[in-house]
């Protein structure tokens, strides 16, 4: 199983608050994809991925109508 940092942001949608809320977590999963999809279960939800240089795999989200980007680099 591989080990990935995976590093959340959340797009703030406040007026004249231009500050995004980041949050980090270690985790370990075979897709990174298929984790997330699991974790936003439930929700309403689309994704977009953007694979990267090095194995690291960006995933912007929409979830229930806010603007959501997963980075998830191989450790």
């Known amino acids: 199983m591989a080990e990935y940092e995976m590093v959340r942001e959340i ?3 406040c007026p004249n608050n231009q500050m995004r809320d980041i ?3 270690e985790i370990q999963c ?17 994704l977009t991925l953007d694979p ?5 795999i960006t995933i912007h ?9 997963y980075v998830f680099t191989p450790i």
């Open 11 to 13: 797009k703030n949608s």
């Open 23 to 25: 949050f980090f977590e």
């Open 30 to 46: 075979e897709d990174p994809e298929t984790w997330l999809r699991q974790r936003l279960a439930g929700k309403d939800f689309a």
């Open 52 to 56: 990267g240089t090095g194995g690291a």
């Open 61 to 69: 989200a929409l979830v229930n109508g806010m603007k959501e980007k």
